[in-house]
């Protein structure tokens, strides 16, 4: 009886085993589906995108293929139109549509490069977004378009990427380089306000003294995790409601580019927020024009380089009415002349939970007078 007993107990464990297979089988196969799921936006299912060269572009950077681009874009609306790895040349800008019933999405393999061509015929952007068809209209399927992944070089001639029309246009994983605009977003279409959608983006101007990195006119308008350099202005904000973070406009000393008068972060209204910029090695890390005002969170302005005639963290034009908090600096001791702040004196501004630093030399620094 009790080896009886014994074989019925050793019986079901020997049960269990195709049990087991099967479930490993659901989870891998869970676990691919998901993967599938998960899916980036730069690889393309077989079927999911438009692919550019089934429709014989060129992408070997020699043969002028804007017109051809042009043609297929305006041709197949409400699609995603994907760029392989490969160069394709433009002598002048792409342009989309802001009607969503017009609307498409581009999308760029993490090697394909769309240039501009050395007899480019336009001081515009390289690409334009929501150029075509303008309309201001986010209630129907197609208003939500961008462009996503690739390389943008504006070959030293031309602008990078614009924001033309159309509202919550979105930009995100681009490298755009050799510009003199590195990103516009120019005047919404919604009472002004563009709604824009900028995240991890990095921006290579062409070293002139006059190069931006990002030049923002419209209003309300998102920028997450950007890094820029080569621009006299890293980020230049002419309208209000803008939301920044993490972005970080690097000084490099090449080519036309002059330090006196280079900015990183230049604001000409008020109602704007930066948390966690990063202004490198510029003249001025944060200039406000006009008397305008903002919040600046837990920004950081440093100088890894002594030979410059100066070092100015905040400048504001008349009183200081913003509220800085957690400002980091980082001057270098042997700067001649190192300003926290330039501003009247009188101000409703201040500067919190800031570690004050030494200075030099700095007869127009009243930093002391809004510390608190």
Request: glycine share 10%.
């Given at each position: 009886?009790?080896?009886?007993?014994?074989?019925?107990?050793?019986?079901?464990?020997?049960l269990h085993l195709p049990l087991i297979a099967v479930l490993l089988c659901l989870i891998i196969g869970t676990a691919?589906?998901?993967?599938?799921?998960?899916?980036?936006?730069?690889?393309?299912?077989?079927?999911?995108?438009?692919?550019?060269?089934?429709?014989?572009?060129?992408?070997?950077?020699?043969?002028?293929?804007?017109?051809?681009?042009?043609?297929?874009?305006?041709?197949?609306?409400?699609?995603?139109?994907?760029?392989?790895?490969?160069?394709?040349?433009?002598?002048?800008?792409?342009?989309?549509?802001?009607?969503?019933?017009?609307?498409?999405?581009?999308?760029?393999?993490?090697?394909?490069?769309?240039?501009?061509?050395?007899?480019?015929?336009?001081?515009?952007?390289?690409?334009?977004?929501?150029?075509?068809?303008?309309?201001?209209?986010?209630?129907?399927?197609?208003?939500?378009?961008?462009?996503?992944?690739?390389?943008?070089?504006?070959?030293?001639?031309?602008?990078?990427?614009?924001?033309?029309?159309?509202?919550?246009?979105?930009?995100?994983?681009?490298?755009?380089?050799?510009?003199?605009?590195?990103?516009?977003?120019?005047?919404?279409?919604?009472?002004?306000?563009?709604?824009?959608?900028?995240?991890?983006?990095?921006?290579?101007?062409?070293?002139?003294?006059?190069?931006?990195?990002?030049?923002?006119?419209?209003?309300?308008?998102?920028?997450?995790?950007?890094?820029?350099?080569?621009?006299?202005?890293?980020?230049?904000?002419?309208?209000?409601?803008?939301?920044?973070?993490?972005?970080?406009?690097?000084?490099?000393?090449?080519?036309?580019?002059?330090?006196?008068?280079?900015?990183?972060?230049?604001?000409?209204?008020?109602?704007?927020?930066?948390?966690?910029?990063?202004?490198?090695?510029?003249?001025?890390?944060?200039?406000?024009?006009?008397?305008?005002?903002?919040?600046?969170?837990?920004?950081?302005?440093?100088?890894?380089?002594?030979?410059?005639?100066?070092?100015?963290?905040?400048?504001?034009?008349?009183?200081?009415?913003?509220?800085?908090?957690?400002?980091?600096?980082?001057?270098?001791?042997?700067?001649?002349?190192?300003?926290?702040?330039?501003?009247?004196?009188?101000?409703?501004?201040m500067l919190v939970n800031m570690i004050r630093v030494q200075k030099q030399n700095a007869a127009d620094d009243v930093?002391?007078?809004?510390?608190?």
């Open positions: 009886m009790n080896e009886m007993n014994k074989e019925m107990r050793r019986e079901p464990a020997s691919d589906m998901n993967a599938m799921g998960r899916k980036r936006p730069h690889t393309p299912a077989s079927n999911d995108y438009l692919n550019v060269l089934d429709y014989g572009i060129s992408n070997d950077g020699k043969a002028d293929v804007a017109d051809t681009l042009q043609r297929l874009l305006d041709a197949h609306p409400n699609r995603t139109i994907f760029f392989p790895d490969g160069t394709y040349l433009l002598s002048h800008p792409l342009l989309t549509s802001s009607d969503p019933t017009r609307s498409v999405c581009l999308v760029l393999s993490n090697y394909a490069v769309i240039k501009a061509a050395a007899n480019w015929q336009a001081g515009e952007a390289v690409i334009r977004l929501g150029a075509l068809h303008k309309k201001n209209n986010i209630t129907i399927n197609g208003s939500n378009y961008g462009l996503y992944g690739g390389i943008i070089d504006g070959s030293g001639v031309a602008n990078g990427v614009s924001i033309d029309g159309g509202r919550e246009t979105k930009v995100q994983d681009v490298s755009i380089k050799n510009t003199q605009i590195g990103l516009h977003i120019k005047y919404g279409a919604n009472s002004g306000s563009a709604d824009a959608d900028i995240s991890d983006v990095n921006i290579v101007g062409n070293n002139h003294s006059d190069a931006v990195g990002v030049l923002i006119e419209g209003y309300d308008n998102t920028l997450t995790n950007m890094r820029i350099a080569s621009v006299h202005y890293g980020v230049w904000i002419k309208s209000g409601g803008n939301s920044l973070r993490n972005i970080h406009p690097l000084y490099i000393s090449k080519g036309q580019q002059v330090y006196e008068g280079s900015c990183g972060f230049l604001i000409e209204q008020s109602n704007n927020w930066c948390y966690y910029c990063y202004s490198d090695q510029m003249s001025t890390g944060f200039l406000l024009k006009n008397g305008a005002s903002a919040n600046l969170t837990d920004c950081f302005c440093y100088w890894y380089s002594g030979k410059v005639p100066y070092q100015t963290a905040i400048e504001s034009e008349g009183k200081f009415n913003s509220i800085c908090s957690g400002l980091k600096v980082g001057f270098r001791d042997d700067c001649p002349e190192r300003t926290v702040l330039k501003a009247e004196k009188g101000g409703q501004g930093s002391d007078a809004y510390y608190k």
